[in-house]
């Protein structure tokens, strides 16, 4: 059974930072790429940022020089470090699990694995 656990979310203030984590089981997750997304009230679920099998990473425009993403093929993990959070960063963050070689904003072929969330609220 694949499992993709977040954690990491909680209150900050604007300018503040957060590291959400994302522990993954049951899938052999070096051969993977895994995302971060996130959706805000009222909004599409978006690609904040994603990391592929070989280490190469992509960023939304609004978060690019703000948020690194990286992963721990030893620990499964793929973490988002946040600084210089935004109000406009509010929202629930997921990480997704896809086949390598696979688009970040299409539905995949193949595996499609969705964490439950994390929420993130920037706000003073």
């Known amino acids: 059974q694949v499992q993709l656990v977040e954690s990491g979310g909680g209150l900050v203030q604007p300018g503040g930072s957060l590291r959400l984590s994302c522990v993954v089981s049951?899938?052999?997750?070096?051969?993977?790429?895994v995302g971060w997304y996130r959706q805000a009230p009222g909004k599409e679920r978006e690609l904040v940022a994603g990391?592929?099998?070989?280490?190469?990473?992509n960023y939304a425009d609004s978060v690019q020089g703000r948020f690194t993403i990286s992963r721990d093929n030893a620990k499964n993990t793929v973490d988002l470090q946040m600084g210089n959070l935004k109000p406009e960063d509010t929202a629930v963050y997921y990480c997704?699990?896809?086949?390598?070689?696979?688009?970040?904003?299409?539905?995949?072929?193949?595996?499609?694995?969705w964490g439950q969330g994390t929420r993130v609220t920037v706000s003073s």
């Open positions: 990391i592929r099998v070989a280490g190469p990473t």
């Open positions: 049951g899938i052999n997750f070096r051969s993977y790429q």
């Open positions: 997704n699990l896809r086949p390598p070689g696979s688009t970040w904003n299409e539905r995949p072929g193949g595996v499609n694995y």
